[in-house]
């Protein structure tokens, strides 16, 4: 079964930082595309940044320049270093694994953890 777990989350004032961490398991393949979304109260899900395996990145334009993804493939785990932050940053932070990929006849779909709480005081 695969699962995604995140931690990092937490309260931090205007202009601190925070690293996100996302583990996943069950996954007997190095994930090509992993990445991170944020939804605020009342708003859609959102695209934070994307990492491949072969270390592509792609950030929205909110955060470019403060926030930094990177992963460990051999564990499947994925980061996220959010520097400068801000209080329109505050959201729950969502880890995403879309493998969509058939691997020794089992199929891996798409996935996503289960959230962590990511809260920006001004």
């Known amino acids: 079964q695969v699962q995604l777990v995140e931690s990092g989350g937490g309260l931090v004032q205007a202009g601190g930082s925070l690293r996100l961490s996302c583990a996943a398991s069950g996954v007997p393949f190095s994930i090509n595309a992993m990445g991170w979304y944020h939804q605020a109260p009342g708003k859609q899900r959102e695209l934070v940044a994307t990492?491949?395996?072969?270390?592509?990145?792609n950030y929205a334009d909110s955060v470019k320049g403060r926030f930094t993804i990177s992963r460990d493939n051999a564990k499947n785990t994925v980061y996220l270093q959010m520097n400068s932050l801000k209080p329109e940053d505050t959201a729950v932070y969502y880890c995403?694994?879309?493998?969509?990929?058939?691997?020794?006849?089992?199929?891996?779909?798409?996935?996503w953890g289960q959230g962590t709480q990511v809260t920006v005081s001004s």
């Open positions: 995403h694994a879309p493998i969509d990929k058939y691997y020794s006849g089992t199929y891996y779909g798409n996935y």
């Open positions: 990492i491949t395996s072969g270390g592509d990145t």
